[in-house]
C-alpha cells in the first residue's frame, strides 16, 4: 500500500511539474554574443536587484549567430525574448524570423566596444597597419605581378618595422559577431591597398596553420597566447583591460585604444553592440520593457556607471535619447 | 651410451634453463611494467589534486573589511516597514510592502560603505577619489546592507561591525596574485586604491577571513567577489533528483525484466546489443536529442534543471540496465533453484531472493552512474544551462546551471587573476561531492555484502 501511495505520488509529482512547464514563464530569458554577455549579465544582476517585483533575467551566451538564430526559432515561452549581438542583425536573419512569426524584432544600440591585438607581455611590441594584418593573413598575396599562396612567416618579412617573430594570429571563429568587425574594420581596409586581390577574394584567409580560430571566448585566446607565445590574438577592449598585466596592446594606425580614442572614433576598429527584443513577447513576460529601458538608463550605460567600469564605451546623450525613443515608440528592423 | 643418455640430460637441463631465465625476465619484466603504469597513473592523480588544491583552497579565504558601518539616517530616509493592517487583504499588503521595498532599494546605501571607509582610513575623501574609494569595498556588499536592514530596521541611528567583502581586484592585490611590481599602467587598481588597501590590511580592517560566499551566494558579474555556487548546487541537485526519480526505477526494473522474465530470443538479444551501445554513445548526442525533444518538441523550458535530468536520465539509463544485470547474473543459480523448489513462484523468487542478494551491485552501480551524471557538463550546453542566472532555483522548473557548467562558466570569466582560483575551489567543492557519493556507494557494498 505504502510503495502504491509512493508511486503515485512520484507520477503525480512528474505530471505536475510537467503542466506547470505550461504556465507563463516570468523570467526574461537572454542569449548570444560573449562580448555583449558580461555588460548583459551586470545588467540583469542590477535590475534583478533594483525592482523587487521581477526576477533576475537569465543570461546565455553562444555568440551574436547563435543567439539571433535562437532568437528567431518562433514565439513562444520556450524561445528567448533578447538576443544579445555584437553586429548588426543581417537581412537573411530577419526573414528567417519573419518565417517562424518573429517580425517585431526591437534594436537597441547601447553602446561601443573596441577590438584590440594584443600579445604576451613579455614579447615585443607591435605598431600594426590593416595592411599589415592583411598581408599576415591572406590566402594569397600577389608576387612578381601574379596570385601565389602567402609567402610571409615572420611579421618582419611583411614591414621591417614590425618584430621578427613568426605570424601566428588568434581571430575569433565565424560564430562571433567580432569576426565581421575585423573583417570589415581590418581586413578590408588592408585589402584595398593590395590591388591585385580582387574585393570577394578578401576574406580568404590562409589555411597553414598560422591563422588560428577560436569558437570560444577570449580566455580561450588567451590561453592560446600561452601556448604559442608569439602569437597575436584578438580580444575586446574590456577583456584586455581585465588582463592589462599579461597583455600589451598594439597600436593600429599608430592609435592606442582606450575608452577615449575610441569614444573619439580615433581608433578604427571599434563597433556599436546591440541587442534585439522579441516585441511579441513584451506583454507576455513580465519586465521586458522595464529591463530594456533600465539598460538605456544613464545610471547603469553612461559615463561613470558600472558597465563603463566594466568596459563598454557609453554613447552620447543624444545617441542614447534617439536609441530609448527608437524602443519606445517601437520601431521594427526590416530587411532592406 | 651411457654418456649419450647423460649429454642428452645436460643438454635439455641447459634448454630448461635457459627457458626458465628467459620466463623469469619476461615476468619480472611483466610486473615492472605494470608497476610502473599504476605509479605514473597515481603521479598524475597527485599532480592533479595537488595543483587544484595549491590554486583553489586559498580561494576559500577571502579579503574581508572589518568595519563599523553606521546607518545614518540622515541617508536611509525611509519610513517604518509596513505592517500588515487589520482589515487589509493580503494583497494590498503585499502591493504596499513591495512599494517599500522598491523605496529601499533607491536608498543610497553605497554612501553607508563610503562613510564606514573613511572612518577607517582616518580620512576625509575628496570627491573625485570617490571611483577608487568604491573600488574597495564589492558593489554587491550595498544590496546586503539593504537586506540586513530590510529584516531588521530597528538598525537605523546604530553602529554595527559588519564583515565586507573586498572587491576581487582587492582580494588579487592583497594575496598577490598579481605581480605587484608592474607599473600603474598594467595594474587593475589605481596607486590610490592600493595604498588604501595595503594601509587597512595593516590597521587589520581588511583580513583573509573563510568566506562563505562561495557556498550561499549565486552566481554575479557586477560583484566579482561574492560570487558564489548557491545556485548551480541548486540545480544539479534538482537535476540528481530527477535522474534518481527516473533512472533507478526504469534502469532497475528493465533489468530485472530483461535478466530474469525476458525469452532469450532475438529480439532480446537485439535490445541488449542495443543497450549496450547506447552505454557507448558520446553524451553530447544526448543533448542534441534533448534540445530537439524536450524542448523543440515537447516545449518544456530553456536552462530548467527537469530537463536536463531528463537528459541524463537517458545518459544514465544504460549504465544501470548493465550494472543491474551484470548484478544479477552473479547470484548463483542454486539460489534461484531453491526458491523454486520449495514452491515460490517466480516474481517471488526475484524479489524474495535474488533482488536482495544482487542489492549491493545494483546500488554501487546506480550510485556510480548517478554520480558520472553529476559531472557530465556537454549535454547540458545544449539546453541552454551554460546561462547566467543569479537566483537560486526554487522549482526544477526555474533557470539553472549545474555544478560542471559553472566552473565552466568561471574559467571562461574575463578577470583571469581572480577567477583562476575559484575555478579551483568550485571543482573542489565538486570533486568533494563526487568522492562522497563514491564513498557512499563503497559503503552501501560492504555493508550489504554477501559471500557463500
Redesign the interface.
Known amino acids: 500500500m505504502k510503495k502504491q501511495m509512493l508511486s503515485v505520488a512520484v507520477v503525480a509529482g512528474l505530471a505536475a511539474s510537467v503542466s506547470t512547464a505550461a504556465m507563463a514563464r516570468d523570467t526574461i530569458q537572454i542569449a548570444g554574443s560573449s562580448t555583449v554577455l558580461p555588460f548583459a549579465s551586470i545588467v540583469a544582476e542590477e535590475f534583478g536587484n533594483t525592482y523587487s517585483e521581477f526576477n533576475t533575467p537569465v543570461v546565455g551566451s553562444g555568440g551574436s549567430s547563435g543567439g539571433l538564430r535562437q532568437f528567431c526559432q518562433g514565439v513562444g515561452e520556450n524561445t528567448i525574448d533578447i538576443a544579445n549581438a555584437s553586429r548588426q542583425i543581417r537581412s537573411g536573419e530577419i526573414e528567417s524570423c519573419g518565417e517562424n512569426g518573429v517580425n517585431e524584432i526591437l534594436e537597441v544600440k547601447f553602446g561601443y566596444d573596441g577590438i584590440v591585438f594584443a600579445s604576451r607581455l613579455d614579447r615585443s611590441e607591435f605598431a600594426l597597419k590593416p595592411e599589415h594584418v592583411f598581408k599576415a593573413a591572406a590566402a594569397q598575396l600577389p608576387q612578381d605581378g601574379e596570385l601565389v599562396d602567402n609567402p610571409y612567416t615572420r611579421w618582419s618579412e611583411i614591414d621591417s618595422s614590425l618584430p621578427d617573430q613568426e605570424i601566428v594570429l588568434v581571430i575569433p571563429a565565424s560564430n562571433h559577431g567580432t569576426r565581421e568587425v575585423f573583417e570589415e574594420k581590418v581586413i578590408h581596409p588592408g585589402c584595398e591597398t593590395v590591388a591585385e586581390v580582387e574585393d570577394d577574394a578578401c576574406n580568404n584567409l590562409r589555411g597553414d596553420g598560422r591563422i588560428v580560430e577560436i569558437a570560444g571566448d577570449y580566455t580561450e585566446t588567451l590561453a592560446r597566447l600561452d601556448a604559442q607565445e608569439d602569437a597575436v590574438g584578438v580580444f575586446g577592449l574590456s577583456f584586455y583591460d581585465q588582463n592589462r598585466d599579461r597583455l600589451q596592446v598594439a597600436t593600429v594606425d599608430g592609435v592606442t585604444p582606450s575608452l577615449e580614442t575610441i569614444g573619439s572614433g580615433e581608433y578604427p576598429v571599434s563597433r556599436p553592440l546591440f541587442f534585439y527584443v522579441k516585441g511579441e513577447h513584451l506583454d507576455v513576460i513580465p519586465g521586458l520593457a522595464e529591463y530594456t529601458e533600465f539598460f538605456l538608463n544613464e545610471m547603469i550605460s553612461g559615463y561613470g556607471s558600472p558597465l563603463e567600469d566594466a568596459g563598454l564605451i557609453p554613447m552620447d546623450e543624444e545617441e542614447r535619447a534617439e536609441a530609448l525613443e527608437q524602443f519606445q515608440s517601437r520601431t521594427v528592423a526590416t530587411a532592406e | 651410451m651411457s654418456i649419450s643418455i647423460e649429454q642428452r640430460r645436460q643438454h635439455r637441463l641447459m634448454t630448461i634453463e635457459k627457458s626458465l631465465a628467459k620466463r623469469h625476465r619476461k615476468e619480472n619484466a611483466f610486473r615492472r611494467m605494470g608497476l610502473l603504469a599504476v605509479v605514473t597513473g597515481m603521479t598524475l592523480v597527485a599532480i592533479l589534486f595537488i595543483s587544484i588544491l595549491m590554486r583553489g583552497v586559498p580561494a576559500f579565504w577571502q579579503a574581508t573589511f572589518y568595519m563599523d558601518v553606521y546607518f545614518d539616517p540622515e541617508v536611509v530616509q525611509l519610513e517604518p516597514k509596513p505592517e500588515r493592517e487589520s482589515g487589509e487583504s493580503q494583497f494590498a499588503f503585499n502591493e504596499r510592502y513591495?512599494q517599500w521595498?522598491?523605496r529601499a532599494?533607491l536608498v543610497n546605501w553605497q554612501t553607508l560603505i563610503d562613510n564606514a571607509l573613511e572612518e577607517a582610513l582616518g580620512e576625509e575623501v575628496e570627491p573625485r577619489q570617490l571611483?577608487d574609494l568604491r573600488a574597495l569595498v564589492t558593489?554587491g556588499e550595498r544590496?546586503a546592507l539593504r537586506d540586513r536592514f530590510v529584516e531588521d530596521p530597528s538598525l537605523l541611528g546604530q553602529t554595527v561591525e559588519l564583515k565586507m567583502l573586498a572587491s576581487a581586484n582587492v582580494d588579487v592585490w592583497i594575496k598577490g596574485n598579481?605581480?605587484r611590481d608592474?607599473p600603474d599602467?598594467?595594474?587593475?587598481l589605481s596607486a590610490q586604491t592600493r595604498t588604501w588597501a595595503d594601509q587597512l590590511e595593516e590597521q587589520g580592517v581588511i583580513r583573509n577571513a573563510f568566506s562563505t560566499s562561495l557556498f550561499l551566494n549565486t552566481d554575479?558579474?557586477?560583484?566579482l567577489a561574492s560570487a558564489g555556487l548557491a545556485g548551480a548546487f541548486m540545480g544539479s541537485l534538482f537535476m540528481m533528483v530527477v535522474v534518481i526519480?527516473l533512472s533507478v526505477p526504469l534502469g532497475v526494473s528493465s533489468a530485472i525484466y530483461l535478466e530474469e522474465f525476458a525469452p532469450k530470443n532475438r529480439l532480446t538479444d537485439l535490445i541488449e546489443i542495443n543497450i549496450n551501445n547506447l552505454a557507448a554513445v558520446p553524451s553530447i548526442v544526448f543533448g542534441l536529442l534533448g534540445a530537439s525533444i524536450f524542448?523543440g518538441y515537447l516545449?518544456?523550458?530553456?536552462?530548467?534543471p527537469?530537463v536536463g535530468g531528463l537528459v541524463l536520465t537517458l545518459m544514465t539509463l544504460p549504465t544501470i540496465i548493465i550494472a543491474t544485470r551484470a548484478s544479477l547474473r552473479s547470484i548463483p543459480p542454486s539460489i534461484r533453484q531453491a526458491a523454486l523448489g520449495i514452491g515460490a513462484s517466480r516474481v517471488q523468487t526475484v524479489f524474495h531472493h535474488v533482488l536482495p542478494l544482487a542489492l549491493p551491485g545494483i546500488l554501487t552501480g546506480s550510485i556510480l552512474g548517478v554520480a558520472q551524471a553529476l559531472g557530465e557538463t556537454a549535454p547540458l550546453l545544449l539546453i541552454?544551462m551554460?546561462?547566467?542566472?543569479?537566483?537560486v532555483p526554487g522549482?526544477?522548473?526555474?533557470?539553472s546551471t549545474a555544478l560542471p557548467v559553472q566552473i565552466y562558466l568561471w574559467?571562461?570569466?574575463?578577470?583571469?587573476?581572480f577567477f583562476e582560483a575559484r575555478t579551483s575551489a568550485a571543482i573542489i567543492v565538486l570533486l568533494g561531492l563526487m568522492l562522497s557519493l563514491n564513498a557512499l556507494a563503497i559503503w552501501l557494498r560492504k555493508k550489504f555484502e554477501t559471500r557463500w
Not at chain 2, 599602467?185 to 587593475?188: D, H, P, T, Y
Not at chain 2, 554575479?220 to 560583484?223: K, Y
Not at chain 2, 516545449?299 to 530548467?304: F, M
Not at chain 2, 574559467?411 to 587573476?417: D, F, V
Open positions: 513591495s521595498l522598491t532599494g571611483r558593489s544590496y598579481i605581480d608592474l599602467a598594467r595594474q587593475q554575479s558579474r557586477s560583484s526519480g524542448i516545449r518544456l523550458p530553456l536552462s530548467a527537469l541552454g551554460n546561462a547566467f542566472v543569479a537566483n522549482t526544477p522548473l526555474d533557470q574559467q571562461g570569466n574575463e578577470l583571469r587573476n
